[in-house]
């Protein structure tokens, strides 16, 4: 579980990163890649509400580790709900739960307090001037148009680059692989986007009736 807490955490940052925040690239001189990243942002950002199946996988040849774990996240705004594992995170912007299934217990913090939690202010700050975006090749796949473009850390990260696959017509995401420094590469597939799903706002709250015997633990 403690593998799991760690990896849906990274997602997290990746999903938001690409799905609800204007990523600023200073310096950026890679025009094409830059235009194929505006394209997604313009087309993420202009949807009230958005849901996305999707598969990690994590690999390391070195320790013959192939794991592959399949999960949803739901967003609205700066809020969002992610399910994976048997483990949900829900956040409405201001407060983050933690529900653990297994434990039958909810972690509570606040997302200022919480170095961890993710909104698209604190990922501004984080990611504004800290990538240079390079444009790959252009080629066709089943069918459809793939770009292939790269993401590489201006300063010091734990990763050396996250590789991105964009569907052209579409200016939506289909996978991102981020290379990390330890030898393990995270793979995340996009199975599906719905874009038209009706996400009710009560989604991005924890309702604490609707778990009357879970431990709840409020880190704030």
Avoid at 25 to 48: G, P, Y
Avoid at 62 to 72: A, F, H, L, Q
Avoid at 154 to 171: A, L, M, N, Y
Wanted: proline share 2%.
């Amino acid at each position: 579980m403690r593998f799991c807490r760690r990896i849906m955490k990274k997602l997290v940052v990746i999903f938001i990163a690409f799905f609800i925040c204007n990523l600023a690239f200073a310096e950026n001189k890679n025009k094409k890649a830059h235009a194929i990243l505006d394209a997604v942002i313009a087309k993420t950002e202009a949807q009230k509400t958005m849901e996305v199946e999707f598969t990690m996988t994590l690999i390391n040849d070195k320790d013959d580790v192939n794991d592959s774990m399949s999960g949803t996240v739901q967003i609205m705004g700066n809020s969002y709900r992610l399910y994976m594992n048997g483990m949900t995170i829900i956040s409405d912007g201001k407060t983050t739960w933690n529900l653990i299934a297994d434990d039958e217990e909810v972690m509570i913090n606040s997302v200022e307090e919480n170095e961890e939690s993710i909104t698209p202010q604190n990922l501004l700050n984080e990611y504004k001037a800290n990538y240079k975006a390079r444009f790959v090749k252009e080629y066709e796949l089943n069918g459809k148009i793939i770009q292939n473009l790269f993401l590489v850390p201006i300063k010091g990260r734990k990763f050396t680059k996250i590789d991105v696959i964009v569907d052209k017509k579409e200016s939506l995401i289909l996978s991102f692989s981020i290379f990390n420094k330890d030898g393990n590469l995270l793979v995340y597939k996009i199975n599906k986007y719905d874009l038209k799903k009706n996400i009710p706002a009560s989604n991005f709250i924890f309702n604490e009736a609707d778990y009357p015997d879970w431990e709840i633990v409020d880190m704030r």
